[in-house]
């Protein structure tokens, strides 16, 4: 077992061409043993955004704080506090914050096949 503080876990700036003002935690992942997902809080700045992109993997996120849009192909949808998002696999999105704070979410990704 692991208990971490999310606090207490580096922030890293996401640098992938089209992010802007974001960073991620890695709370939980393959070096921690977990063998099937990761765990990690992304912080948004006023502003910031995730990339536009798409992966062949699904992904749930829940939002911690702040006000936010996750926007896809359809265009926007607004997210905030307390609300749980599923992106489906291939579906292109972008976390972005639509607020004066700083929007914060946890996401969960499975993790790929060891080799």
């Not at 765990?39 to 700045?45: G, I, Q």
């Not at 995730?50 to 997210?79: F, K, M, N, Q, R």
């Not at 506090?81 to 914050?97: M, W």
């Amino acid at each position: 077992m692991k208990v971490v503080r999310s606090g207490e876990v580096a922030a890293q700036p996401v640098e992938e061409q089209g992010a802007k003002g974001t960073t991620v935690r890695w709370l939980i992942g393959r070096p921690d043993g977990a063998p099937n997902f990761a765990m990690r809080v992304f912080e948004l700045e006023p502003g910031g955004s995730t990339p536009l992109h798409a992966h062949a993997w699904e992904h749930e996120a829940y939002i911690l704080e702040g006000a936010a849009e996750v926007v896809t192909d359809s265009g926007p949808t607004a997210v905030s506090q307390g609300d749980a998002v599923l992106v489906l696999p291939e579906e292109r999105h972008r976390f972005r914050n639509a607020g004066a704070g700083t929007a914060r979410f946890l996401c969960m990704v499975p993790l790929p096949p060891e080799d």
